[in-house]
C-alpha cells in the first residue's frame, strides 16, 4: 500500500509540474544552436536572418502557467486590406485555410490587417519536448505550405 501511495504521489508531482519559460527556453535549445530568439519572462520572439545580417521575427511564442496554456503564433505574409472588395475576398481565403486546417488557425489583426497563424495548446498535464518540437514544426509547417496564398492576400 506504501508503495501505491508513493508512486501516487510521485506522479501527482510530475502532472502538475508547471510549464515556464525556463522549459521553453530549454527546449528551443535543443531544437539546435542556430535557433535566435529574445525572450522577455514567459514571451519568446523568434528571429531569422535575412540577406542583409538584420533579423526579422517570425515567431512569436506566450507560455502562461498560471492558465496552463501555451501560444504559438507564427507570422505569416498575409495582409488583409482594409476595406473594399479585395477585403472581402481576403477574408473569404482566411476562413477557407481555416476551414482546410485542424490544427492552426489564421487570424488577422484588426488594426493592421497583418495574418497571422496560431496554435494554442493546454500545459495542464505538463509538455514534453517532442510534443513542443512537433507542435512547431507543425504550425511552421502550415505556413510554408500556404506562404503563396497568404502572400496573394
Sequence with gaps: MK???LVLSVLT???IAGVSGDMVEGYLGQIGDE???E???NEFML???IEDGSQIPYMYILVDPEMEGCLLVALTPGMVPQSGAERTAALE???QLNWNNTWVKFAIDPETGEVSAMYTFSTENGLGFDSF???LNLL???VDENWDTLLAI
Excluded: F, H, Q
Design 3 to 5: 508503495n501505491i501511495i
Design 13 to 15: 508531482a510530475v502532472s
Design 35 to 37: 535557433l535566435v530568439y
Design 39 to 41: 525572450r522577455v519572462e
Design 47 to 49: 528571429l531569422a536572418e
Design 93 to 95: 481565403v482566411i476562413a
Design 133 to 135: 518540437a512537433v507542435m
Design 140 to 142: 511552421l509547417g502550415t
